[in-house]
């Protein structure tokens, strides 16, 4: 069974820093595409950044501020964000498929076939 735990969240500062972790189980990390996702209220579920063998995706909203990494001997993918901005503010979602030929890009939340349950990143000015 596949299961992606998310952890880190929570309120921070403008400025501020935070990493978000994803426990994943019934799968290894570096054999799907895995990455994060995020809702803001009011917006669509949109990719932030991606991983696979591919290649690493990031959205431009947060480049230079977000770094996407993975332990593969944890089996845990992690989520680095600096710089942190009010427009930052959402649900963190960890996702994974085993989906190729992708590239270096985050997949249609359509084809997501594993969520995690998210974790709310609050940034207050």
């Known amino acids: 069974e596949v299961q992606l735990v998310e952890s880190g969240g929570g309120l921070v500062q403008v400025g501020g820093s935070l990493r978000l972790s994803c426990a994943a189980s019934?799968?290894?990390?570096?054999?799907?595409?895995i990455g994060w996702f995020r809702q803001a209220p009011g917006k669509e579920r949109e990719g932030v950044s991606c991983?696979?063998?591919?290649?690493?995706y990031i959205d431009d909203s947060v480049k230079g501020r977000f770094t996407i990494s993975s332990d593969v001997a944890k089996n845990t993918v992690y989520l680095q964000m600096n710089s942190l901005k009010p427009e930052d503010t959402a649900v963190y979602y960890c996702?994974?498929?085993?989906?190729?030929?992708?590239?270096?890009?985050?997949?249609?939340?359509?084809?997501?076939?594993?969520w995690g349950e998210g974790t709310l990143v609050t940034v207050s000015s």
């Open positions: 991983m696979s063998e591919e290649g690493t």
């Open positions: 019934g799968f290894a990390v570096d054999d799907y595409v």
């Open positions: 996702i994974a498929v085993d989906l190729y030929g992708l590239g270096p890009r985050c997949p249609s939340r359509y084809d997501v076939r594993y």
